[in-house]
């Protein structure tokens, strides 16, 4: 299959995915920042921040793991 050379979408994909852990985790942080000096706007911001490049880590990988699976099997 033409996306499993040595730099192909897979790869790209597994860089990405740890580039939005890293935000995840620098959201995180700033979250815990955030709690201690009592902003409630930045709070909510950085909560939604950190949950949504989690997600987005977690979802963009599998999403495109379906998708191989699915062109393997046609």
Do not use: H
Not at 24 to 39: A, I, N, R, T, V
Not at 41 to 60: E, H, T
């Amino acid at each position: 299959m033409d996306n499993l050379n040595f730099m192909g979408t897979g790869n790209w994909l597994g860089i990405l995915s740890l580039i939005l852990i890293v935000l995840c985790f620098y959201f995180s942080l700033s979250f815990f920042q955030y709690l201690k000096l009592g902003d409630e706007r930045l709070i909510k911001q950085s909560k939604f921040a950190a949950v949504f490049f989690l997600a987005l880590s977690l979802l963009i990988p599998a999403i495109f793991n379906f998708y191989v699976y699915y062109q393997m099997m046609k």
